[in-house]
């Protein structure tokens, strides 16, 4: 802020014009009339996704070649909306050039790269950041929260993280998806890496994860390479034990809950019913709060059937803490290191299952070999 007590505007690029880059856009351009930033243009490999999300948003420029709009004085930031490969990528050139990045889930499917890229960003003193937005959901916060301030005990004992959601054949329309060249997985990297992160936020006073034993496989997806579901036992350094299971067989109506209990006996929930609604807390047994709590979820669960739909409110307050953070010279709330860490719990389950044995942390680089490499 400045002594007007307005924002510094952020000149931001949109690097890539597909899917998810409609969400960004509908959120920075709100953030845009709010004074905080300007969405000076937009970049896709293929021009007439480029020229048509500019079109949409009234975008001033678009490129065939995100370098072209990385290089343009009055972009200081983008937001990286393309297939995994090219997020590292596009974070190194905008580093290179001293701009900020902050690029969607997953971050990329490679320790090395995922190093290579907060090295990379830390050395130009730009800010990184990756997408998981349901961090942003105020159950979400309320809940590491209650975890922050003891109200579970002193420490975490047990947590479970259950995802079930559904991807039909249509969904796998692009020749990326599923498939192990284009994102190295399907399940675990593109849906269950929203539940893995927001399990491994909450359960990160913990201490390290220490071990994962895991089973992936592909059991109802025949035109995909990868797996569909997975299931993994976890034990964090202060001795708290965890659990996984995730499908995308499932029925469209179930959702997804992440539940984490404390020594005192304890246990708070985010959970996401059905998939795209707000998370709520539809599990609190903090003695003397359960009622207070189980009115605010009641009014959430309205507020997220009005608000959820219509506007990814949850990208718009992602993207708000990226430019404040930015505007601050501080961290965003979701760091190259914390994206990091989904992406090595997925790892270690692939070797866990190759290996059939238990798979010990933290891995420094990734080593598990797909199908289609060997
Ligand atoms: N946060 C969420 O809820 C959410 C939801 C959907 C997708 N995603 C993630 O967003 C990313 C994109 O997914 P999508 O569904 O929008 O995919 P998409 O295929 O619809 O869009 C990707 C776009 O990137 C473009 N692209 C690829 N390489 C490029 C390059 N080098 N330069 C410029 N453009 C390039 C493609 O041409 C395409 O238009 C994935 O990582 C996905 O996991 C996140």
Request: aromatic share 8%.
């Given at each position: 802020m400045n002594g007007a007590g307005t924002k510094r505007r952020i000149g931001i690029g949109i690097v890539g014009c597909g899917g998810i880059a409609q969400s960004h856009a509908a959120a920075l351009k709100r953030l845009e009339q709010a004074g905080e930033c300007t969405v000076v243009g937009c970049a896709d490999l293929v021009e007439e996704k480029a020229k048509g999300l500019a079109e949409k948003f009234e975008l001033p420029s678009w490129y065939a070649d995100a370098r072209?709009?990385?290089?343009?004085?009055?972009?200081?930031?983008?937001?990286?909306?393309?297939?995994?490969?090219?997020?590292v990528p596009a974070t190194l050139m905008a580093a290179e050039r001293g701009k900020h990045t902050i690029v969607e889930k997953p971050?990329?499917?490679?320790?090395?790269?995922?190093?290579?890229?907060?090295?990379?960003?830390?050395?130009?003193?730009?800010?990184?950041g990756v997408i998981f937005m349901r961090r942003f959901w105020p159950g979400a916060q309320r809940a590491r929260k209650a975890i922050d301030d003891g109200k579970l005990g002193d420490r975490l004992i047990l947590g479970d993280c259950i995802l079930k959601w559904t991807r039909r054949q249509a969904y796998?329309?692009?020749?990326?998806?599923?498939?192990?060249?284009?994102?190295?997985?399907?399940?675990?990297?593109?849906?269950?890496?929203?539940?893995?992160?927001?399990?491994?936020?909450?359960m990160a006073p913990a201490g390290q994860l220490e071990t994962v034993y895991g089973k992936w496989a592909n059991l109802t997806h025949p035109y995909i390479e990868a797996e569909d579901n997975a299931v993994a036992a976890l034990r964090w350094a202060n001795g708290a034990l965890g659990v996984l299971s995730v499908s995308i067989s499932t029925d469209p109506q179930?959702?997804?809950?992440?539940?984490?209990?404390?020594?005192?006996?304890?246990?708070?929930?985010?959970?996401?019913?059905?998939?795209?609604?707000?998370?709520?807390?539809?599990?609190?047994?903090?003695?003397?709060e359960e009622e207070e709590m189980g009115r605010l979820y009641e009014r959430e669960l309205q507020e997220g059937r009005?608000?959820?739909?219509?506007?990814?409110?949850?990208?718009?307050?992602?993207?708000?803490?990226?430019?404040?953070?930015?505007?601050?010279?501080?961290?965003?709330?979701?760091?190259?290191?914390?994206?990091?860490?989904?992406?090595?719990?997925?790892?270690?389950?692939?070797?866990?299952?190759?290996?059939?044995?238990?798979?010990?942390?933290?891995?420094?680089?990734?080593?598990?070999?797909?199908?289609?490499?060997?």
């Open positions: 072209r709009l990385i290089d343009r004085p009055d972009v200081e930031a983008i937001t990286v909306c393309t297939n995994p490969p090219f997020h971050m990329t499917m490679d320790l090395a790269e995922a190093d290579r890229a907060i090295e990379a960003t830390r050395k130009a003193n730009v800010r990184f796998y329309r692009d020749p990326w998806r599923g498939t192990w060249a284009g994102e190295n997985g399907a399940a675990l990297v593109n849906q269950a890496v929203h539940a893995l992160d927001m399990f491994l936020w909450l179930l959702g997804a809950r992440i539940t984490v209990t404390g020594d005192k006996g304890a246990t708070v929930s985010v959970t996401e019913h059905p998939e795209g609604r707000f998370g709520l807390n539809d599990v609190w047994t903090i003695p003397g009005e608000h959820f739909k219509p506007f990814p409110i949850a990208h718009f307050w992602q993207l708000q803490d990226f430019l404040a953070a930015i505007r601050e010279g501080r961290d965003p709330l979701v760091t190259g290191e914390e994206g990091r860490r989904s992406i090595e719990l997925i790892e270690a389950i692939r070797l866990s299952t190759e290996s059939g044995a238990e798979v010990k942390l933290p891995l420094r680089t990734s080593t598990w070999v797909p199908p289609t490499r060997r």
